[in-house]
């Protein structure tokens, strides 16, 4: 019997509010978003299990050794409560060993008639509506790059369905393609049920470029869960 081949290192890196919300519409349609919450560490174990298991023989298994999650903060003074309960998930998943980025949600205020933005009795800018998250997909390619070009990095699995990250995943190819030694391969991983009324399909490259997705079920999202109360 021939050995096995050395398990891959790999790192997760996680577009949260994408991954969240695309398990919710999936598994839990109609049904609020905090019933869908992700603990990234334990959706990062679970899929690279679920990766493991659909390898032809002979196709070398992965573990985790990163964890990077990005998401966006809602300003406390527009916020606040979820604001508090953003800042303790991320502590709560930073104790379990996970890398987690937080950038401030970005919002549109109410303005005068001369477009000076409208301030409360408190001398607070008031919002209109809902802040809306800017730069995730940035900071989510900024360390998909990174992370590909760590030695102790042999695969970057990135999970999210947002198109705006495509161009990550034909430049850590293309870099893979010049020198396989230097660069960790790039695959992704994608929330799919096939007994669900929206299948949503998973983020590809551009162009001829081929590389391993991993759908994951309900099994997964049920494996990822985040029941605290925060």
Same mark, same amino acid.
């Given at each position: ?10 790192a997760v890196v996680i577009d949260y509010q994408n991954v969240h919300l695309t398990a919710r519409d999936i598994f839990e349609p109609g049904q ?111 360390? /998909? +790059? ?5 030695? #102790?990095? %042999?695969?970057?699995?990135? *999970?999210? $369905?947002?198109?705006? &990250?495509? =161009? ?13 030694? /230097? +660069? ?5 991983? #994608?929330? %799919?049920?096939?007994?669900? *009324?929206? $299948?949503?399909?998973? &983020?590809? =490259? ?25």
């Amino acid at each position: 019997m021939l050995p096995e081949p050395p398990k891959l290192r790999a790192a997760v890196v996680i577009d949260y509010q994408n991954v969240h919300l695309t398990a919710r519409d999936i598994f839990e349609p109609g049904q609020p978003p905090q019933v869908a919450l992700i603990d990234p560490s334990l959706f990062a174990r679970a899929a690279v299990q679920e990766r493991n298991k659909r390898q032809r023989k002979g196709h070398p298994h992965a573990t985790v050794v990163k964890v990077f999650v990005a998401r966006g903060l809602p300003h406390t003074d527009h916020e606040r409560e979820q604001n508090a309960r953003c800042t303790a998930q991320a502590e709560q998943w930073r104790s379990q060993g996970a890398e987690v980025y937080l950038r401030d949600l970005k919002y549109d205020y109410e303005r005068d008639a001369s477009g000076r933005p409208i301030k409360d009795i408190n001398g607070k800018t008031t919002p209109k509506g809902r802040g809306r998250e800017k730069g995730i997909d940035v900071a989510c390619a900024v360390r /998909a +790059v990174r992370l590909a070009v760590q030695p #102790t990095i %042999d695969v970057v699995l990135l *999970a999210s $369905r947002d198109t705006d &990250l495509v =161009p990550v995943l034909d430049e850590i190819y293309d870099m893979r393609g010049i020198d396989p030694t /230097a +660069v960790a391969a790039i695959e992704t991983l #994608t929330w %799919d049920d096939r007994a669900a *009324a929206l $299948r949503l399909g998973s &983020l590809r =490259p551009s162009g001829n470029r081929r590389i391993w997705n991993t759908n994951l079920d309900r099994r997964i999202f049920e494996a990822s869960r985040d029941r605290r109360a925060y």
